[in-house]
């Protein structure tokens, strides 16, 4: 016996599940979540915390499957009597499409910002988390553009640039915008010391890609700048965003 169950969580919910089994999986969870299997009158018999997708136990006999999830968003799983197994076969690797899972929960999104420049100006530009949104920004990597060589310089920084863009999307079709904000300015210096660079060539856009996520919470940018004066900029972000 198999069954297989969906559900739809919201931030910090916990559901139960009156489900006889004796072995549980998870299959799908975009975010870890927390499954404790109890027996009717509540004997626990396993407790997984901070299960991720392909997590799997075969505890015994149990009556109730309970999970909470801190973030919001659907989650997979399927019971089994003693006789099921994962779904991993030999020589085979099963392979979970967390990026996919994201895209289709409406949390992965594109925010570009781009500053044509000025003469005596530094070119600012900037992804902007609103203060309230109730969201923090996940920035896996970015893509600068220039037609003049030079260093771009990143740092979070506290204030929004004074020009707010049109240019963001979510990455799912027909799927509503997300709350970061592309910003752009300019102006005669630059407006916050960087804490990281890197080189920029002329006409080649670089991609970047992070070894550790950057996260922007409520009332930072993750902001850049051309070191040179009089110079054009482009960065493209790409994002998921995750309720708080």
């Excluded at 204030?159 to 799927?175: E, I």
Aim: glycine content about 8%.
């Amino acid at each position: 016996m198999i069954e297989v169950i969906k559900a739809t969580f919201g931030a910090n919910e916990t559901k139960q599940f009156l489900i006889n089994g004796a072995y549980f999986e998870l299959l799908q969870a975009a975010y870890p979540i927390d499954v404790v299997l109890t027996d009717k009158q509540g004997a626990q018999r396993s407790n997984i915390n901070q299960a991720e997708a392909s997590y799997f136990n075969a505890p015994g006999a149990f009556e109730v499957v309970q999970i909470t999830s801190a973030n919001a968003q659907d989650v997979r799983f399927f019971v089994g009597d003693g006789s099921a197994g994962t779904r991993r076969v030999a020589g085979e690797v099963s392979v979970i499409d967390g990026g996919k899972a994201q895209t289709l929960a409406n949390r992965a999104c594109i925010i570009d910002a781009g500053q044509l420049a000025v003469s005596g100006q530094y070119t600012h530009v900037q992804l902007w988390n609103p203060v309230g949104s109730g969201k923090r920004v996940i920035v896996k990597s970015i893509t600068s553009r220039t037609l003049v060589n030079g260093t771009l310089a990143l740092a979070f920084y506290g204030t929004a640039l004074a020009t707010l863009l049109t240019t963001k999307t979510s990455k799912l079709s027909g799927g509503a915008a997300p709350v970061a904000e592309p910003r752009v300015t300019t102006n005669a210096t630059t407006l916050f010391a960087n804490k990281f660079a890197m080189s920029m060539v002329a006409n080649n856009p670089f991609d970047h890609e992070f070894a550790e996520p950057i996260i922007v919470t409520p009332g930072y940018g993750l902001s850049a700048y051309h070191t040179t004066v009089n110079a054009d900029l482009g960065v493209m972000f790409d994002c998921i965003e995750e309720t708080i």
